[in-house]
C-alpha cells in the first residue's frame, strides 16, 4: 500500500522535477557553441539580467499577457452562453452537443492552425466570400496581424472555457431559479444573482485554462501572426533553435512558469477559502 | 368579488399523452389552511406548480383575489412558495437569502434590514443570520426557507411538503410553528402532501386527490368518518373493508370500519360480539395496533389502547352500527 501511494510522487520526481531541475540549472549556465549540446555550465545570473534590461522581451510579455488576457475574455463572452446552452438543453441532446464541443480534438492542431491560415489569407476563402457578397471591395489583411493570433487562440481553447463552466452549470439546482423568480426576480436578475455566482468556479478554472497555455502558444503566433511584436514562446523557440542560445531559452522557460505561478496559487487559495 | 382567496375553475394539464391534472376545482378562503393529499403522481405537485407559475394550465382559470394569473409569470404572483428541499441559495447568507425577495423589489436601506430582521425575528432566528444554508441544522434551514418566503407578506403561502424532511420532534415543533405564524399573521395556506398526518393535523380543509382529479374535499374531520370511496378511506387513516350486501339499486358496496372504533375484550360482552384470536401484535406505545382474525376468516385491524395483547390469545371484537360507513365505490 505504502509502495502504490509512492508512486505518483515517483512520476512527479521523474517527470516533473527532474527535467525542471535541468532547466533551472541551465538558466545559470554560459552558451558555448563549440559544444554539444551547446552549454557550459557555471552559476550567472546574466541571462536573467538580459531578459530585465533588453526592451525586446519585456515588449514580448507584455504582448503575451495582453493577447492572452483578451483571448481568454472573448473565448469567456462566446463560451459562457455555449455552456449555459448545453447545460439547459434537454438531457438526451447534451451528450451531442458536448461532443461537437469536443470534435474538432479529433483532428491535429496543427492541422487546424494551418487550415486557419488557408481560411484567413489575402485570396484566402474569408476574403474571396466577403468580395463575392460585395462586403468588401480591396482584400483585407487579416492573416499575419494580431486579429489573426485572437482568433485562433480563441478558436484553439475555446473548449477548455466551455467544458468547466458546463461542468458547473449542468450541476446547478433548477430548483434555485425557481426560487428566485417565485421571490419577485425576472429571468435577467435570476441570472446575474444565482447562476453566475454559483457558476464562479468554472469561470476561473475556465479562464486559467485558457489563459495559462495562450501566454506561452508558440505554434498559433508562429503560423497565424505577423513579424511585429512577437509573443514570449516564438521568443523561447527562436533563442532555442535559432540562436541555440539554450540558456537564455531556459531562463525564459523559468520566467514564464514563475509568472503563471502566480494566477494559479491565487485559484488554488479562492478554492480553499470556498471550501471552507 | 367573492369571499374566496383562490379559485380554481375546472384546471387541466397533460404532458403529452399523461394527464397530469384533470378538471380541478376549489377554492381557498382568506386565512384558511388547505391541503392537497395525495400519493405521488396524483398530480398534486403539477397543481401546486401552476399555482406558483412554473407550468401553464393547458384549461381552466387560476384567479387571485379575483384577478386571473394566466399571464403572471412566478416573479409577478403575489404568491410564494416554500421549497419541499428548500431551495435556499447556498452562496447567501441567512440574512442575503431573507431579504432576496425585497431586493427584488427594489426595497433598501433601512426599510431592507427592518424587515428583513421583523422576518428573521419571526421564525426565531436571530443571531444566525451571518451564516451560510451549509452551516445549518435541518431545522435551521426550514426556518430559513420559511422566513424567505414570508418576508414579501404573500396573499397565499404554498407549502410543499413542509414537513417530510424533518425527524419526529422537529415535526411536531414546526407544525406548531407554522400555524401560530399563520393564525398571526392571518395569512392563508396551501400544503402539498403525501403525509396524511400532516394533512389532517394542519389543514381546517383538505382535498383527496388520485389520478389528476379530486375523490373528496372536506374538514379532516368530517372525510375521515365519512369518506366518498374506499379509496380516501384506505389513504386517510387506518380502515377495515368489509364486504356489504348489495344496495337498492344492485351496486356491489363495502363498509369502511376504522380500527378504533371496534372494542376488543377477553369476555364476550354483548350478543353482537364475535369471537376471535389474535395474529399480529404492534405496540405503539400510545396504542397497540392488533391484527384479529374472527371464526368467520376474516382479518380485522385493531387499535386499542391496552398494551397487553399476546399472539394467539382468544379475544371477542364488537362494534356499534353506527361505525360502519357504506362506500360504494
Known amino acids: 500500500m505504502r509502495r502504490v501511494l509512492a508512486l505518483p510522487g515517483l512520476w512527479l520526481a521523474l517527470f516533473l522535477a527532474v527535467p525542471f531541475g535541468i ?32 526592451p525586446l522581451y519585456l515588449a514580448a510579455w507584455i504582448a503575451s499577457l495582453r493577447i492572452a488576457a483578451t483571448s481568454t475574455l472573448v473565448a469567456l463572452l462566446l463560451g459562457y452562453p455555449m455552456a449555459l446552452a448545453i447545460a439547459r438543453a434537454p438531457r438526451r441532446r447534451q451528450p451531442l452537443l458536448l461532443a461537437l464541443v469536443i470534435l474538432p480534438f479529433w483532428t491535429s492542431f496543427l492541422i487546424r492552425v494551418y487550415a486557419w491560415m488557408g481560411l484567413l489569407a489575402d485570396n484566402g476563402i474569408l476574403n474571396n466570400l466577403l468580395k463575392t457578397l460585395g462586403l468588401a471591395s480591396a482584400p483585407g489583411t487579416i492573416l499575419g496581424t494580431e486579429w489573426a493570433v485572437h482568433l485562433g487562440i480563441v478558436y484553439a481553447y475555446l473548449p477548455f472555457m466551455v467544458l468547466p463552466i458546463y461542468a458547473v452549470l449542468e450541476r446547478q439546482d433548477r430548483a434555485l431559479l425557481e426560487a428566485a423568480a417565485d421571490l419577485g426576480a425576472a429571468p435577467w436578475a435570476a441570472f446575474v444573482t444565482i447562476t453566475l455566482p454559483l457558476s464562479q468556479p468554472g469561470i476561473v478554472a475556465g479562464c486559467l485554462l485558457v489563459f495559462i497555455p495562450s501566454v506561452g502558444e508558440f505554434v498559433i503566433p508562429d503560423l497565424l501572426g505577423g513579424t511585429g511584436t512577437p509573443m514570449i514562446g516564438k521568443v523561447l523557440w527562436d533563442e532555442f533553435f535559432l540562436n541555440a542560445d539554450w540558456p537564455l531559452a531556459s531562463a525564459v522557460a523559468v520566467c514564464l512558469l514563475a509568472l503563471l505561478a502566480v494566477p494559479i496559487a491565487l485559484f488554488q487559495r479562492h478554492h480553499a477559502e470556498r471550501l471552507r | 368579488m367573492s369571499g374566496a382567496l383562490l379559485e380554481v375553475r375546472s384546471v387541466a394539464k397533460s404532458f403529452g399523452p399523461v394527464r397530469a391534472v384533470a378538471d380541478v376545482s376549489f377554492e381557498v378562503a382568506r386565512g384558511e389552511v388547505f391541503a392537497l393529499l395525495g400519493g405521488s403522481g396524483c398530480g398534486k405537485t403539477t397543481l401546486l406548480r401552476m ?252 387499535a386499542s389502547a391496552e398494551p397487553g395483547w399476546a399472539r394467539g390469545e382468544p379475544v371477542f371484537l364488537a362494534w356499534d352500527a353506527a361505525a360502519l360507513h357504506r362506500v360504494s365505490a
Not at chain 1, 554539444?36 to 552559476?43: E, I
Not at chain 2, 400544503?191 to 381546517?204: F, G, K, L, N, P
Not at chain 2, 373528496?216 to 387506518?238: C, E, K, M, S, W
Open chain 1, 23 to 54: 532547466v533551472l540549472a541551465m538558466s545559470f549556465a554560459t552558451a558555448d557553441a563549440d559544444r554539444a549540446p551547446p552549454v557550459a555550465f557555471s552559476l550567472t545570473l546574466k541571462n536573467y539580467a538580459l531578459l530585465f534590461s533588453d
Open chain 2, 51 to 302: 399555482l406558483a407559475g412554473f407550468e401553464r394550465p393547458d384549461r381552466g382559470q387560476i384567479l387571485l383575489d379575483g384577478a386571473d394569473l394566466a399571464d403572471s409569470p412566478p416573479h409577478r404572483r403575489p404568491i410564494n412558495l416554500m421549497f419541499q428541499n428548500h431551495a435556499l441559495f447556498p452562496h447567501l447568507s441567512v440574512r442575503d437569502n431573507v431579504a432576496y425577495g425585497l431586493r427584488r423589489e427594489g426595497v433598501a436601506g433601512a426599510e431592507l434590514a427592518r424587515r428583513t430582521e421583523e422576518a428573521l425575528a419571526l421564525v426565531r432566528l436571530e443571531g444566525l443570520d451571518a451564516r451560510k444554508p451549509a452551516q445549518l441544522s435541518g431545522g435551521q434551514r426550514q426556518r430559513v426557507a420559511l422566513a424567505r418566503a414570508l418576508v414579501k407578506r404573500p396573499k397565499l403561502l404554498l407549502l410543499d411538503e413542509p414537513l417530510s424532511a424533518l425527524d419526529a420532534r422537529l415535526r411536531e415543533e414546526t407544525r406548531a410553528e407554522l400555524l401560530r405564524l399563520q393564525r398571526e399573521l392571518g395569512l392563508a395556506f396551501l400544503i402539498v402532501t403525501h403525509d396524511q398526518q400532516e394533512a389532517m393535523s394542519m389543514a381546517d380543509r383538505l382535498a383527496v386527490m388520485h389520478d389528476g382529479g379530486f375523490m373528496q374535499v372536506g374538514t379532516p374531520r368530517d372525510v375521515y368518518a365519512r369518506p366518498a370511496t374506499r379509496h380516501v378511506a384506505i389513504f386517510l387513516g387506518n380502515a377495515n373493508l368489509l364486504p356489504a350486501p348489495a344496495d337498492a339499486a344492485g351496486r356491489p358496496g363495502w363498509l369502511v370500519l376504522r380500527p378504533e372504533r371496534i372494542a376488543i375484550s377477553r369476555v364476550a360482552t354483548g350478543a353482537g360480539a364475535v369471537g376471535a384470536h389474535i395474529e399480529d401484535v404492534a405496540f405503539e406505545g400510545d396504542r397497540t395496533l392488533l391484527v384479529a382474525r374472527t371464526d368467520a376468516g376474516v382479518a380485522l385491524r385493531i
